[in-house]
């Protein structure tokens, strides 16, 4: 004989009270990998949305995972009509484009010291 548990709802109050346990086997079972969450909720007799706000009680609000940019490095400007090999003067620029913020651009000449100040800055926000 399997050990289920029934609950029967006699009040006029219809809310389902959930004990921390059964959060966290429905959050951990809609989590696993190759399940649908909606699947989840919805065995249980729960809104997915309610699944969601547990998983996000229980666990903290997700965060968008950090990637690498893409970077395109193009060739130095060559002077026209110039056969020999001299590069005009360098010149170039940083730009940074966020997710949910403006873009940060750095015009002109970019030093090593100024590259090393914006790597350090952007990684100091990327740990809050």
């Known amino acids: 004989m399997t050990n289920t548990r029934v609950q029967v709802i ?3 109050q219809r809310r389902r ?3 921390r346990e059964d959060k966290e086997r429905l959050v951990a079972a809609a989590m696993e990998p190759g399940v ?3 699947a989840v909720a ?3 007799g729960i809104h997915v949305s309610q699944l969601f706000r547990w998983r996000q009680q229980l666990c903290g609000p997700t965060r968008p995972s950090a990637g690498f940019a ?3 490095i193009l060739p130095e400007p060559r002077v026209a009509g110039d056969s020999s090999s001299i590069a005009v003067a360098p010149s170039g620029s940083i730009e940074v484009e966020f997710l949910a913020a403006p873009q ?3 015009s002109g000449v970019v030093d090593p010291t100024t590259l090393t100040a914006v ?3 952007l990684a100091k926000v990327g740990r809050r």
Request: no cysteine; charged share 30%.
């Open 10 to 12: 006699t009040s006029i």
């Open 17 to 19: 009270r959930w004990t």
């Open 36 to 38: 649908v969450a909606s």
């Open 42 to 44: 919805r065995e249980a």
């Open 70 to 72: 893409e970077a395109t």
């Open 104 to 106: 940060l651009r750095i």
């Open 119 to 121: 790597i350090d800055a």
